[in-house]
């Protein structure tokens, strides 16, 4: 009996801590907030939280957690008590009888559409049979995160997972920012399945999913999930919906704790999951059943049925990426991947996999033309799309190319002159290089490019056709290419970087570069009337061209700064609220921080898709490998994302340099003086400089109203702007660069390579 009283005991404690710490809906949150003339700003200093948090609560974006969740509660109690609702209670207060306050109520923050359009378009792969896409209908549904109408096929059930009645939330979103709901897409992008049949979806919905085999949880998500995402661009392709298994879920459905083949990644042929699977007539893409696993059956009257499975405990979510999530519970992962999914796209593998199906899916290769001979809808090429496989140049493509293995044997050394050498800075100064000045500082300061990639893309023509090969061209920037070109005559500062190579060491004889970067070379030969003259000596251009990559950047920036938003650092912050914002932003939300690491990844892996690498151990020097033939394994694209990020990179150090010199540099040379600020190393988007203060503001010039140099490197959110990486003494940069180590590289106490920054 004593052991039954404990147990009533404890859920008598559990049921008076519900009713302590329920609160409201977020609208009513808002009002009484309003009806007691408070601002946001006062509730954030009551509660000692910031107050795009209060603004997150009264959104229903996010939820208080303990212990402010309680004090919030305790206030919104009192409030209510004064302030009933209209349709309630007794006569509005006076008022005399409201709380005054002499502080402007803030502005709120807008409300953030739960799912803005998100889908999946062709990829080009070749390895999923499909219908052709038909015309898309003018009046496009928008997808939504919000639980779906009460009439559905499916069976619900409230979660519980969550320390936050996400139900409230997603319905006062539906009623703040209505949208039209895709009926077939009703219960969102994605569903995390447990082991007890739950299926947790975006927006708090759960749904009981009885299968208990693979192909009866494929077919129940087809017939019954209502689950998908529409199309991101009308003549692309709905976005095949995601199940995300735990591992308590995969093992109730047959599959083994982890993959023995761990070169493959996959489960073998006569594994009773994959027969299931055959038996019943559903086929896998030729990756397998994987961590990423696609399973289909051809189309029928252009109607996809594909479901994407993506296996929680063989590493689906690579914490390089990913960070923890897939440690989280069910619910909080379906709140991070539905949040990349209607930001982004829905996840169909690794971030870099992700990042190039959205730009398929932004940009599709085809579209539905009609046929004026027969009056049908046939499949053709989409203007400003790649729409088909193109061979390299010889000088764009890696060593393993066959185009490559036509003129070079194996164990050949390309050099400049046979290679396109287009990547990231990794320079350091020569330490004899460091003036008097710059020893007396006390720190070694790093900034960091914010999604430096991204930024290079932004307006980035690129070549769409096959590379054209032709000699003695005349240069022309607007025309993506590789040119075989000599600017070693163009002479720098020794203590700058040069421009033109990855590590920043002058360049001996002529080489291959893309466009960019001999723009930017042009660029310094007419802006400071240098001695030298650009005559290449052949190149290969693209006679088709166009800003590619447009759509991506704007889709990916957009996500970008709405994650950054929600953790609180937004556009409109002065400097130093920046900086104190970027310290903490990680720590608001970790749920959210996930989505924006794999949002960065995204970009990186996206561009470094561009040119994938052979990855079976049976590959042969000079054989084809699969990506090869996708429309968007392209390295002159990636080669010109890299060239325009690190021309950017240096136009920027060169403009800071100038700013902070005291007597302007002569004509005809860039020889700085010996105060100009300059870098002591780089690491692709992050540059260390010396400083006398341990923050950015202590050495980034300003202008004399306190704006940031023209040009120069500028502290913010946006794509291209930086932050803070870092900050180390003087003396560990000096020895760091004594020892030939790259001070950038760990300046932020980690390797930068493995950090995924």
Not at 680 to 703: E, Q, R
């Amino acid at each position: 009996m004593s052991k039954e009283n404990e147990l009533f005991s404890a859920v008598d404690a559990l049921l008076e801590q519900v009713a302590q710490d329920d609160l409201p809906g977020p609208a009513e949150r808002k009002r009484l907030r309003e009806a007691a003339g408070l601002s946001q700003a006062q509730i954030a200093t009551a509660l000692n939280a910031r107050r795009e948090a209060v603004g997150n609560w009264e959104a229903g974006r996010t939820e208080p957690r303990p212990p402010k969740r309680a004090a919030y509660a305790r206030l919104l109690e009192g409030l209510a008590a004064r302030f009933p609702a209209p349709d309630t209670a007794a006569p509005a207060p006076t008022e005399a009888s409201a709380t005054p306050t002499s502080a402007p109520t803030a502005p709120e923050p807008e409300a953030v559409p739960d799912a803005p359009e998100a889908g999946n378009a062709s990829t080009g792969r070749g390895d999923e049979p499909d219908a052709m896409t038909a015309p898309a209908s003018t009046n496009r549904s928008v997808p939504t995160m919000a639980k779906a109408p009460a009439a559905r096929s499916a069976s619900t059930k409230p979660s519980t997972s969550l320390p936050r009645p996400a139900a409230k939330k997603a319905t006062h979103k539906l009623a703040a920012a209505p949208v039209a709901v895709d009926e077939r897409f009703a219960n969102g992008p994605l569903g995390v399945l447990d082991s007890d049949g739950s299926l947790y979806c975006v927006g708090g919905l759960v749904l009981d999913c009885p299968a208990k085999t693979v192909p009866a949880l494929v077919d129940w998500t087809l017939s019954e999930g209502q689950l998908g995402a529409p199309r991101l661009h009308p003549s692309g392709k709905d976005a095949d919906p995601l199940i995300v298994l735990t591992a308590a879920a995969a093992e109730r459905l047959g599959l083994p704790e982890r993959l023995e083949d761990r070169r493959g990644l996959r489960l073998p042929e006569d594994h009773q999951v994959v027969k299931q699977l055959a038996r019943a007539k559903w086929q896998l893409t030729k990756r397998g059943f994987g961590p990423w696993a696609r399973i289909y059956r051809p189309a029928e009257g252009g109607r996809r049925q594909c479901v994407q499975l993506a296996v929680l405990p063989w590493g689906a979510l690579d914490s390089r990426s990913w960070g923890s999530t897939d440690q989280l519970e069910p619910a909080d992962i379906a709140r991070v991947l539905g949040t990349y999914a209607s930001r982004v796209i829905t996840p169909r593998g690794s971030t870099a996999v992700s990042g190039l199906e959205a730009m398929t899916a932004l940009r599709p290769p085809t579209r539905a033309v009609k046929d004026e001979k027969t009056g049908s809808w046939v499949s053709g090429p989409m203007p400003g799309s790649l729409t088909e496989p193109v061979d390299p140049a010889p000088a764009e493509a890696p060593d393993e190319h066959p185009v490559v293995a036509a003129l070079y044997p194996r164990a050949h050394q390309r050099t400049p002159s046979e290679v396109l050498d287009e990547e990231a800075y990794e320079w350091i100064r020569d330490p004899q290089l460091l003036t008097d000045a710059e020893c007396t500082r006390s720190y070694a300061v790093g900034i960091d490019v914010n999604t430096a990639f991204l930024a290079a893309a932004n307006r980035l023509v690129v070549g769409l056709s096959a590379p054209v090969h032709v000699r003695a061209p005349a240069f022309d920037k607007k025309t993506p290419g590789a040119w075989l070109v000599d600017l070693s005559g163009i002479e720098l500062d020794p203590r700058l970087p040069s421009p033109f190579t990855p590590h920043g060491t002058r360049p001996e004889g002529p080489a291959w570069y893309a466009t960019p970067t001999v723009a930017y070379a042009q660029e310094l030969i007419d802006t400071y009337r240098l001695p030298a003259r650009i005559r290449p000596l052949e190149a290969w251009i693209r006679t088709e061209s166009g800003p590619y990559l447009d759509p991506w950047y704007k889709r990916i920036g957009e996500a970008y700064k709405a994650t950054m938003a929600d953790l609180g650092v937004t556009s409109d912050l002065p400097e130093p609220e920046f900086l104190e914002a970027m310290a903490r932003h990680k720590q608001e939300d970790p749920a959210l921080a996930a989505v924006l690491s794999a949002v960065k990844s995204t970009v990186k892996g996206g561009i470094g898709k561009l040119r994938e690498r052979p990855k079976s151990i049976k590959h042969q020097y000079g054989e084809r490998w699969p990506a090869l033939e996708r429309p968007t394994w392209r390295p002159d694209i990636r080669a010109a994302v890299i060239s325009a990020a690190r021309v950017n990179m240096h136009r920027k150090i060169l403009k800071t340099a100038l700013a902070t010199q005291q007597a302007p540099a002569p004509s005809g040379n860039l020889m700085l003086s010996q105060d100009a600020l300059l870098p002591i190393a780089l690491l692709s988007d992050c540059a260390v400089y010396l400083s006398d203060g341990p923050g950015p503001l202590n050495f980034l010039p300003h202008t004399a109203d306190g704006k940031p140099a023209p040009g120069s490197f500028r502290l913010g959110v946006s794509p291209g702007m930086v932050k803070h990486e870092g900050t180390k003494e003087l003396l560990w940069a000096v020895q760091m660069l004594d020892e030939g180590h790259n001070p950038a590289r760990h300046i932020k106490g980690t390797d930068a390579a493995l950090d995924g920054e």
